[in-house]
C-alpha cells in the first residue's frame, strides 16, 4: 500500500507531498489540471521509461519517492523491508540518465519493474488495450485460477534436448568424414611421446653440443686456475693458512682470521670437484647431436600444426579426443536424447493436460464472475466467453486463451477487440480487475480515468465495483464523474494554481464540506447552485 508520494520539480509540479490511506482514495480536478501526474509518477516507481522532457522548466532534476507499507516479505533477492515499509526512489537527470533507489541504495530500473508487481498494478489506457493480447488473456486466467504455470521447466529441457539432438543429427556425416582426420592428429601427437619441458631441454642439451670446444676449454682453464696448478687459488689458500697456523703457535690474536678462511677453502674445494665432474661428462657424441636434432624436427613441425607450445600441442589432443569420442558416442547421445525427449514429451503432456482441465474449470467460473460484475455495471445482456483452445506447445503450456464478448442482445460473441468501444472496454477491464483481485494482496491498484466514456447508472456501478475493490486492495482512482467520486473513502482535489509568476499543480485532501463542493462543480460546472450541493449531499451519502 502507497503510504506517502513525494514528487519534486516533475512538469508542473514545484515540491508536492500527499499521504494515502487504505480503502478507495479518488483524485478529481478540472481537465488539464494534472490529476495524471500522479499515476505518472507512480509509473516511474513502478520502472517505468523515464523522459527528461519532464523535469521542470529551469531545474536539472527532477525526483519521485514513494514510501510503500507491505504485509509480507518482498519476494525478490536483495530487497528486504525496514520496519514493513520501502522507500521506492526515482531521479531525472537533465541529460538524459535517470537514477533509482530502493532504500536509498542504487538500484537499477529494471529490478523496479520486477518489484512492481509486489507493490502495486497501474491500469489506464494502454493497460486497456493489453486485453486484446491472448498472452495477457491466458494470464489473467491463470491469476484467476491460482496457478503458476507447472510445464515451463520441463518445456525447457524438451526443447533443449531437441536443439541438441537436431544439432547431432545435423553434423554427424560431417563429423564422420573429419573422424579420420581426428584420428590421424591424435596418433601423431600421442606417437611422438611428448613430454613437458622437454623441448626446452633439448635446445639446452643441443648447445652444449654444439660448443663443447669452447665450453672444455673454459671449464679446463678455470679448474687450473682454482685446482690443479702450483699457482692454483686453493694451492695458494692453503699457503695462507698454513703461515697463520704458524703464528698462532706464538700469537693467538690471528686466530679470527684464519677461522675466516676456512669456509673460502670448502666452497673452493667443492667448486673444483664440480668442475671436474663437469669436465668429464663434456665427451663429443656426434649421434647424441643427430638425435637431438631429429627430435627437434619434430616437435617444430607439430607445433606448425597444432601449437606454439607444448602445452597448446597437448590441449589440441584433448580436444580432438573429445570430438572422436563424441562422434563415436554419438549413436548412444542420440538415443538417449530421443529417450529423455520422449519422456520429458509424456510429462509434459500428462502435466498440461491437468493444467488444460484446471484452465478450463476456471474459465467456467470467470464467465459467471465476469457476467455478474458487468450486470452491476450497466451491462446486464452482456455474454462474456473464455475460448480454451489447442495451442502449439510452449512455456505457458498447450492452450490458447481468447476472451470473446457480446454487448448486445442476438450478437455472436466476438474477439473483445473487434466489439468493445471506449466504454464497454473500461467496464470489462474494471470487471475482470474486480474478479482477479477478490482475494487481495494489500496491494496499490491504480486507475487512470476508467470512467472514461461511461456515465448514468453505469458510472455509479463502477464506484461500487472500485468501493469493493478497495475492500481488499487500496485503491487510487483518477476521475471526471461525481457518480464515481461520491464513493471516495478519501477525495483528494487536483488544481493548478499560480505561484510567483508560475503554475503549480496542488494536491489537497478535503474533508466532507470541501467534498460536498467538489462534487457539485464536477455535477454543475462553474455555476455552483444549491441544486449541485444537495445533489452532492446525496451521492455522499448514498456512497458511504
Known amino acids: 500500500m502507497l503510504l506517502e508520494l513525494i514528487i519534486e520539480n516533475y512538469a508542473v509540479v514545484d515540491r508536492l507531498r500527499v499521504r494515502f490511506h487504505p480503502g478507495l482514495n479518488l483524485l478529481t480536478g478540472e481537465t488539464g489540471g494534472g490529476k495524471s501526474i500522479v499515476v505518472d509518477a507512480l509509473g516511474l516507481l513502478f520502472g517505468g521509461r523515464a523522459s527528461p522532457e519532464l523535469i521542470r522548466s529551469g531545474e536539472n532534476r527532477a525526483r519521485v519517492a514513494g514510501i510503500f507499507s507491505a504485509a509480507r516479505d518482498i519476494p525478490l533477492e536483495g530487497v528486504d523491508l525496514e520496519d514493513g515499509e520501502l522507500l521506492v526512489e526515482r531521479e531525472i537527470l537533465a541529460g538524459g540518465k535517470s537514477r533509482a533507489f530502493l532504500n536509498s541504495r542504487p538500484v537499477t530500473a529494471a529490478l523496479l519493474r520486477e518489484?512492481?508487481?509486489?507493490?502495486?498494478?497501474?491500469?489506464?489506457?494502454?493497460?486497456?488495450?493489453?486485453?486484446f493480447s491472448p498472452p495477457a488473456q491466458l494470464a489473467m486466467l491463470d491469476a484467476f485460477a491460482g496457478v503458476e504455470s507447472p510445464v515451463a521447466d520441463l518445456y525447457r529441457r524438451w526443447t533443449a534436448a531437441g536443439r541438441e539432438l537436431e544439432e547431432l543429427e545435423r553434423t554427424e556425416q560431417e563429423k564422420l568424414r573429419l573422424l579420420d582426420l581426428w584420428s590421424f592428429q591424435r596418433r601423431e601427437i600421442e606417437g611422438a611421446g611428448l613430454a613437458p619441458g622437454e623441448d626446452t631441454r633439448l635446445e639446452d642439451e643441443r648447445r652444449v653440443l654444439l660448443n663443447l670446444g669452447k665450453l672444455q676449454e673454459n671449464a679446463g682453464a678455470a679448474f687450473e686456475a682454482l685446482y690443479d696448478s702450483h699457482e692454483s687459488a686453493l694451492a695458494r689458500l692453503q699457503l695462507a693458512m698454513k703461515k697463520l697456523d704458524e703464528i698462532g703457535r706464538v700469537d693467538g690474536s690471528l686466530q679470527p682470521v684464519r677461522d675466516s678462511l676456512e669456509p673460502a677453502h670448502i666452497a673452493l674445494r667443492e667448486a673444483s670437484y664440480a668442475l671436474r665432474d663437469y669436465l668429464s661428462?663434456?665427451?663429443?657424441?656426434?649421434?647424441?647431436?643427430?638425435?637431438?636434432?631429429?627430435?627437434?624436427?619434430?616437435?617444430?613441425?607439430?607445433?606448425?600444426?597444432?601449437?606454439?607450445?607444448?602445452?597448446?600441442?597437448?590441449?589440441?589432443?584433448?580436444?580432438?579426443?573429445?570430438?572422436?569420442?563424441?562422434?563415436?558416442?554419438?549413436?548412444?547421445?542420440?538415443?538417449?536424447?530421443?529417450?529423455?525427449?520422449?519422456?520429458?514429451?509424456?510429462?509434459y503432456q500428462d502435466t498440461t493436460a491437468r493444467l488444460t482441465a484446471c484452465r478450463a474449470q476456471a474459465a467456467r467460473k470467470l464467465e459467471k464472475r465476469v457476467v455478474t460484475e458487468l450486470a452491476a455495471l450497466a451491462m446486464e445482456r452482456t455474454v462474456f466467453n473464455v475460448e480454451l483452445s489447442a495451442a502449439a506447445w510452449s512455456a505457458s503450456g498447450a492452450d490458447a486463451v481468447r476472451f470473446l464478448v457480446s454487448a448486445n442482445l442476438g450478437e455472436e460473441p466476438r474477439p473483445l477487440e473487434k466489439i468493445a468501444s471506449g466504454g464497454e472496454l473500461s467496464r470489462i477491464a474494471l470487471a475482470l480487475k474486480t474478479c482477479l483481485a477478490a482475494r487481495g494482496a494489500g496491494r496499490t491498484l491504480v486507475f487512470d480515468e476508467v470512467d472514461a466514456g461511461v456515465g448514468g447508472r453505469a458510472a455509479e456501478g463502477i464506484g461500487r465495483r472500485l468501493k469493493k475493490l478497495a475492500a481488499a486492495d487500496q485503491v487510487l482512482c483518477v476521475t471526471h464523474l461525481a457518480q464515481v467520486a461520491g464513493f471516495a473513502d478519501h477525495h483528494y482535489a487536483v488544481q493548478k494554481k499560480e505561484s510567483r509568476g508560475r503554475t503549480v499543480a496542488v494536491v489537497e485532501e478535503l474533508d466532507r464540506p470541501a467534498r460536498i463542493r467538489e462534487i457539485g462543480r464536477m455535477l454543475s460546472g462553474e455555476t455552483l447552485t444549491p441544486e449541485a450541493l444537495r445533489n452532492a449531499e446525496r451521492l455522499l451519502a448514498s456512497g458511504s
Open 115 to 131: 518489484l512492481a508487481p509486489c507493490l502495486g498494478d497501474i491500469h489506464g489506457q494502454h493497460e486497456q488495450q493489453e486485453l
Open 281 to 347: 661428462r663434456l665427451e663429443a657424441n656426434p649421434g647424441r647431436l643427430e638425435e637431438i636434432e631429429e627430435r627437434l624436427s619434430l616437435i617444430d613441425k607439430l607445433k606448425r600444426k597444432y601449437g606454439a607450445t607444448l602445452d597448446e600441442i597437448a590441449a589440441f589432443a584433448d580436444r580432438v579426443r573429445g570430438q572422436i569420442d563424441a562422434v563415436e558416442n554419438a549413436g548412444e547421445r542420440m538415443a538417449a536424447l530421443r529417450q529423455e525427449r520422449a519422456a520429458l514429451a509424456a510429462d
